[in-house]
């Protein structure tokens, strides 16, 4: 089963607007993390945003901002005031399993592109 | 912020061929990560090492080995490469944390493989 589900392959948005990028996970685990990462098309893994099970507040970090539901299992990213230098694939991860190693689990991206 | 390295950037060989990808990283960090990942798809866990000498394969079956004879050098070796190995090589590395599940991966620019 798929554990990290991103339904949208890609988005588009006009500059200086909010996008939201979806991102449902299914786990069994109580404790675990979820990740989101950016890939320009250079393509590095940039480090977004992190919110752990249980935190209570959502994660927020300078235009990024996560929007954690728990019970619903989704873990969606918000960008406010989009820029042209977003235009990226977009990743969420969930790391689990504490007794397995906790590895690193990615969704299938999601591609944003800021219009101007 | 990790330093990260990956070498080379982009390899385009023959069938048959060995190869090795390099990967290696200056923060002295114990865990580090091979992903294997196709043009706009998720990263795919194919191998992973918790310190020297300690090297384990991922989720996703890979006809390639690694070593870890030293914790800043991590290197990926393909004995015979086919055009199925044809993908982008990303390597990553974490420090482990005080709560586990929010270490965070510092990935490297990867290496672009094309076996012809």
């Known amino acids: 089963a798929q554990k990290i589900t991103q339904t949208q392959p890609g988005m588009f948005v006009q500059e200086k607007e909010a996008v939201t990028l979806d991102c449902t996970y299914d786990?069994?685990?109580?404790?675990?993390?979820l990740f989101w990462y950016k890939q320009p098309s250079s393509g590095e893994m940039i480090f977004l945003i992190y919110?752990?099970?249980?935190?209570?507040q959502n994660a927020t970090e300078g235009r990024y901002s996560l929007n954690f539901q728990k019970a619903r299992k989704s873990a969606n990213l918000v960008i406010s005031a989009s820029q042209l230098g977003d235009s990226a694939m977009y990743f969420c991860?969930?790391?689990?399993?504490?007794?397995?190693?906790?590895?690193?689990?990615f969704g299938q991206g999601t591609e944003l592109s800021v219009k101007p | 912020e990790a330093d990260i390295y990956q070498t080379p950037r982009y390899l385009v060989i023959g069938t048959g061929k060995k190869i090795t990808l390099e990967c290696s990283q200056t923060?002295?960090?114990?865990?580090m990560y091979w992903y294997q990942q196709d043009p706009g798809m998720e990263l795919h866990l194919i191998h992973y090492?918790?310190?020297?000498?300690?090297?384990e394969k991922g989720d996703l079956s890979s006809e390639s080995t690694v070593s870890r004879i030293r914790t800043e050098h991590f290197p990926l070796t393909l004995e015979s490469a086919r055009p199925s190995h044809t993908s982008q090589y990303l390597c990553?590395?974490?420090?482990?944390?005080?709560?586990?599940?929010?270490?965070?991966?510092?990935f490297g620019s990867g290496t672009q493989l094309s076996v012809l």
């Open positions: 090492s918790y310190g020297v000498n300690s090297t």
């Open positions: 786990t069994s685990d109580q404790s675990y993390g």
């Open positions: 990553a590395s974490s420090i482990p944390r005080p709560g586990w599940a929010n270490e965070k991966l510092f």
């Open positions: 923060m002295g960090h114990d865990k």
């Open positions: 919110q752990g099970s249980y935190d209570e």
């Open positions: 991860a969930m790391r689990e399993g504490y007794n397995q190693g906790g590895k690193l689990i």
